[in-house]
Structures are given as structure tokens and as C-alpha cells.
């Protein structure tokens, strides 16, 4: 995440993360986590896989 990301933005959302996730046992603020980073990533994979349907190039 920090590659991807960045530090500033880590430093940034960390703590809005931390108060949303606050009260949930352990087990449950980690999927909650899990399944906010993978619905990051689908996105980039589907807007890569519309790039190669359409044939975008640069």
C-alpha cells in the first residue's frame, strides 16, 4: 500500500480508517479492512481490463 499510495496518504487516511473500525473486535476490523483494499484494487483491474478490450493506447 505504501508503494502504491504513498506515505502522505497513508498519514492521511489512517486515522479516519482507525475512528470507522473503532468498537469492532479485532477479526472484524480486519476484514473490514481486507475487503475496503481489495474494492481499491478490483477497480484499477477493471478500468485496466476496459483498456485492453477498447485497445486504448497512449
Known sequence: LIK???RDY???HG???HSEL?????S???LQFIKEA????GGAMTFYRLRQ?????H
Open 28 to 30: 472484524r476490523a480486519m
Open 4 to 6: 502504491r499510495r504513498g
Open 15 to 17: 486515522p479516519v480508517l
Open 38 to 41: 481489495w474494492s481499491l484494487q
Open 53 to 57: 478490450v477498447r485497445g486504448y493506447r
Open 10 to 12: 497513508l498519514l492521511h
Open 22 to 26: 473503532r468498537g469492532l473486535s479485532r
